[in-house]
């Protein structure tokens, strides 16, 4: 018997608690090993008070400053804590 493609890929969509929304594989993978979810800059800066309690604008700064257009929100909060910081000149 041969599988449909729906049954090959086993892609959900997830919410997690920021309301983004993430597609995660249910192939038998252990939970611990599952790759981060990468989200863009937009959808991050759409959520960046919940996130990061900052404005946006300040989490599009940070990014474009950066050349990032995705990446998880592990990365994003050290990239914008850390524009955060900086000194003003």
Do not use: H, W
């Not at 959808?43 to 990061?52: H, P």
């Not at 950066?66 to 850390?82: D, F």
């Amino acid at each position: 018997m041969s599988k449909t493609a729906a049954e090959t890929d086993k892609q959900e969509v997830k919410t997690n608690p920021a309301g983004l929304k993430t597609a995660g594989t249910t192939d038998g993978r252990a939970k611990g090993k599952q790759a981060e979810s990468e989200y863009t800059a937009g959808e991050l800066a759409a959520d960046a008070e919940m996130l990061f309690a900052t404005r946006p604008e300040c989490v599009l700064a940070a990014l474009r400053e950066k050349e990032i257009t995705k990446c998880t929100k592990e990365r994003a909060e050290k990239i914008v804590r850390a524009f955060m910081k900086r000194e003003v000149k």
